[in-house]
């Protein structure tokens, strides 16, 4: 296949050409996979790939814009209000840029549909095992980060009405509930309240769009809103102390720091989104959506409650304002803390089912036996979330652990190793190559500082189980390291 002949097919559309415009290289004939993991849907009963643009939008922002925000102001306190708007802005332009690769990465490999297919083009199948158990773990802990806050809020609401361990039963249930359908077209609608004003469904289309819902994207608003005017109305810190920097230790700094790189840790699942996109070439669009909305929301909500709430402000958040306040902000928050949850365990389920069933019609069918597997894949994922959200019982503990030993990868790292795999050979092609190669360069070092401090960092925490956790799972990723080193290094031998 010659150059420039590269036509993989996206819903019957071709899009030659799409790897180059957004500044790929056609992979020319390198895609093993075929075309997309959904196949023709032509007739199929189940049809994946039904999301317009706004809508992955409004689930990317559910997704990412959920419990990460509630630990920022936090991070003001710990590191100062300075160096904690010069991360939020750093790494909120940095997460910009490296989502833009993945989708590159995705139009040159368009049966990409998880980091374990990504993983397998760029180390074979030993990338493929490595990269699929990494995403199931970091996506397990953060829907057990989702449990632990249904828990709190319900704690919170009720007044320790019941015992912890009930209350993350009852969140365990009602996500595995939500996450029963198989597409991502019908989870949107708890994202984004679908309104007159919505456009109309596309010719076809199986799911049409119906009245007003819950929306998560709404409710964390709400709730941050109620937040923001309690604790300027109502502190409970009289005269609270905010400074520009802080003298900390390292591993403190470095949880403040995890705490942040959680909160733009939506990447691991991009590629999904993007499979189930009508259109693949609108996905930046979505990106840009989410990053112009999530950087905007964090900025200003963690810079407004830190300077009321001031260095005793909690994580999560909600629990700054008064008591009677406190509880509405729960109530408010549930749509965003069942919602984003209940995204992540979607993601993970789709990545096995994908993986079992990839290529058979039980990908199609609305039989039996395919919702069976499905349910049953679900009830296992959400079971081993309520396990982990049950041994690290201490928030903060949990993002930091989740963020220190994947977030980081999956946002920062492999999207650097992304851009030099399809782009290698031609590092030195023009001064615009040459920038962006240092560019992904750093992005690779980045990712590989923050796993090489996660260790003594994220040990410092007291939980036990966080330490023993976090010692089994590192030889994933010290996997990942030396395996995406071992790519980065093959590619810059090459300018």
């Known amino acids: 296949m010659e150059k420039g002949d590269y036509k993989p097919s996206y819903n019957g559309n071709t899009v030659n050409g799409d790897a180059e415009r957004y500044g790929g290289e056609p992979n020319n004939g390198r895609d093993k996979g075929g075309d997309d993991p959904f196949g023709d849907e032509e007739n199929a009963d189940v049809k994946y790939k039904t999301m317009a643009w706004w809508q992955a939008g409004m689930i990317m922002i559910a997704e990412t814009v959920s419990l990460g925000i509630l630990s920022l102001p936090s991070v003001l306190a710990a590191v100062g209000l300075v160096p904690g708007v010069i991360l939020i802005l750093g790494l909120g332009a940095l997460a910009t840029y490296t989502g833009f690769v993945i989708g590159q990465f995705k139009l040159c490999y368009p049966h990409v549909h998880n980091m374990a297919d990504a993983g397998e083009v760029l180390l074979g199948p ?45 969140g365990m249930v009602v996500c595995l509930i939500f996450t029963l359908p198989r597409t991502l077209h019908k989870v949107s609608y708890m994202s984004v309240a679908c309104t007159s004003l919505s456009p109309p469904p596309p010719p076809g289309s199986p799911h049409p769009l119906t009245p007003t819902r819950y929306t998560a994207f709404i409710s964390i608003i709400a709730a941050i809103l109620i937040t923001m005017i309690g604790v300027s109305l109502s502190p409970l810190t009289p005269n609270p102390r905010t400074s520009a920097t802080v003298q900390t230790s390292l591993p403190k700094a470095f949880l403040a720091v995890t705490n942040i790189i959680f909160a733009y840790s939506g990447h691991v699942a991009f590629f999904s989104f993007i499979s189930e996109l009508r259109s693949p070439q609108t996905y930046p669009k979505a990106l840009f959506l989410l990053q112009s909305v999530d950087t905007a929301m964090y900025l200003v909500a963690a810079v407004v409650i830190y300077h009321y709430a001031g260095s005793t402000v909690a994580s999560p958040a909600l629990g700054s304002t008064t008591p009677l306040l406190r509880k509405v902000a729960y109530g408010i928050a549930i749509p965003t803390i069942v919602t984003a949850g209940v995204i992540n365990g979607h993601v993970a389920a789709k990545y096995i089912y994908v993986r079992l069933f990839r290529g058979t019609d039980r990908m199609s069918k609305n039989t039996l036996g395919s919702y069976g597997a499905w349910a049953g894949i679900a009830v296992v994922l959400w079971t081993a979330a309520w396990v982990v959200a049950e041994a690290i019982p201490v928030f903060n503990d949990l993002l930091g652990l989740i963020s220190a030993l994947f977030a980081s990868w999956f946002t920062y790292g492999l999207s650097g190793v992304f851009w030099l795999y399809i782009n290698k050979g031609k590092y030195a092609q023009s001064p615009k190559k040459i920038a962006l190669t240092v560019l992904n360069s750093v992005v690779f070092c980045i990712g590989a500082v923050i796993v090489s401090l996660c260790r003594p960092s994220v040990s410092y925490c007291p939980c036990i189980a966080v330490v023993v956790l976090e010692n089994v799972m590192g030889f994933l990723t010290d996997a990942i390291f030396w395996g995406s080193y071992s790519v980065a290094s093959a590619f810059t031998q090459q300018v």
């Open 126 to 170: 030993i990338g493929r095992e490595i990269f699929g158990a990494a995403q199931i773990i970091f996506l397990i802990f953060v829907m057990g980060s989702h449990i632990l806050t249904f828990s709190i809020m319900l704690n919170t609401i009720s007044n320790h009405g019941a015992c912890t361990i009930a209350f993350g039963i009852v």
